[in-house]
Each structure stands twice: as C-alpha cells, then as structure tokens.
C-alpha cells in the first residue's frame, strides 16, 4: 500500500519560507509516476502547486511559480516543498500526492503568522 | 487556466435514493493520446481527498459499484446510484489534461 506523509513546521512568520517534505512508502519513487503538492486554504477548495518526477522535471502552477521550488531525494524516497516569501494568504492544509493523484497524504497546516 | 464549474454546489439526498453531480471545463478534455483526464474525488470531513473516479468513467480500487462517472469533453457526471450516510462530504471534480491541473469548487452532500 502506497502511504505519504507530510512533515515540516506548522507555523511560518511572514515573507518567510515555507518547506515540507514528503516521505514515500510502499512504492519507490524511481519507479514512475509524478508526485506534487496540493494545498487547501481553511474551509475553501483545492489548489494545484506542482509535481515532479523522479527524473527532476517539475511543472508548476503559474500563479506561485515564481515562489515555489519542488525537489526530489529518491535515495530517501522523498521529494520537498520549498515556497518563498510567504504572506498570510498562503495558511492552507498542504497534501502530497502520487499524481493522478490517487493516493494522498494526511495533510499538513501550515499556518503564516508572526 | 482551465475553469471547472460544478453543479449543484449543495445537495441533501435521501438515503437510498439516486443523486448526480455535474461538471463542465472551460476547454475539451481530450487530450492528443485519445485519453480524458477527468477524475472524481470524496473529501470527508476532516480527511484528505480520496479518488473515485478516474479518466471519467473507472472506479479506483475499493470505490463502490453504486459509483459511476460519464461524460466526454467538456460535460461529465457523476452518479450515486443509492446514497449512503457514508456518502457525506464534498465532492470535487479535477482535470489532468491541461496545465496547471485544476478543481471543481465542490459539491457539497449531504443526508435529509
């Protein structure tokens, strides 16, 4: 069974970076498929980040483009979120997934406060 | 971007009667190697989204045969054949073909 879980710091102060990692088990990320970062603003719907794969191509979303860096480390089966210059505006649940994605991590807030 | 729209954006179903959710795009779907990448997905309260449906008709493992999906283009369905009180929760629909991959605003089900 394929399992991600997400982990990082719960609380960023503004213009500060967000980083989380994604731990993979049940399925080595060599092996295909891409695997991105969702993210979900308290009580609103789901926004796309990007995705990667095992090879290092990523494709982002243009709207945080300009912020976002993902990145993969297949020796530890994980791949990572790295976003910049965060305001509040970008407090959400943040998801790792296998794309479609069809399996999905537990989530993890992140909250943008001083 | 690629605008999907859902409709209703609320529903209230009786157990163990039908209930249907639509979802247009702003764009077709098809993509140039004659697949949709059109997917249906649950969030339970307090959950992460889990897939139902994927490249609009295929019920992923474990998802219910009271579940089906339909469409082509730019028009899909999903279809509850007799809603269940385990059925609760917001139901998103997504497409993969275009970048950046984007979601339904939701559907919101719930049981009279």
């Known amino acids: 069974q394929v399992q991600l879980q997400e982990s990082g710091p719960g609380l960023v102060k503004p213009s500060e970076t967000l980083s989380l990692t994604c731990a993979v088990s049940g399925y080595s990320i060599s092996s295909g498929y891409y695997w991105g970062w969702i993210r979900q603003p308290p009580g609103k719907g789901l926004e796309w980040i990007g995705y990667i794969y095992h090879s290092g191509t990523t494709y982002y979303n243009p709207s945080l483009m300009s912020r976002v860096t993902i990145s993969v480390d297949t020796s530890k089966n994980q791949f990572s979120l790295r976003l910049t210059s965060v305001t509040a505006a970008d407090t959400a649940v943040y998801y790792c997934?296998?794309?479609?994605?069809?399996?999905w991590g537990r989530g993890t807030l992140v909250t943008v406060s001083s | 971007d690629i605008v999907m729209t859902q409709t209703p954006l609320s529903l209230s179903v009786t157990p163990g009667q039908p209930a249907s959710i639509s979802c247009k795009s702003s764009?077709?779907?098809?993509?140039?190697?004659?697949?949709?990448?059109f997917y249906w997905y649950l969030q339970k309260a307090g959950q992460s989204p889990q897939l139902l449906i994927y490249?609009?008709?295929s019920r992923f493992s474990g998802v219910p045969d009271r579940f089906s999906g339909s469409g082509s283009g730019t028009d899909f369905t999903l279809r509850i054949s007799r809603v269940e009180a385990e059925d609760v929760g917001v139901y998103y629909c997504?497409?993969?073909?275009?970048?950046?991959?984007?979601f339904g605003p939701g559907t919101r089900v719930d049981i009279k």
């Open positions: 490249e609009v008709s």
């Open positions: 764009q077709s779907l098809l993509q140039s190697d004659g697949r949709t990448y």
């Open positions: 997934a296998r794309l479609p994605p069809d399996y």
């Open positions: 997504m497409q993969g073909t275009h970048i950046p991959l984007t």
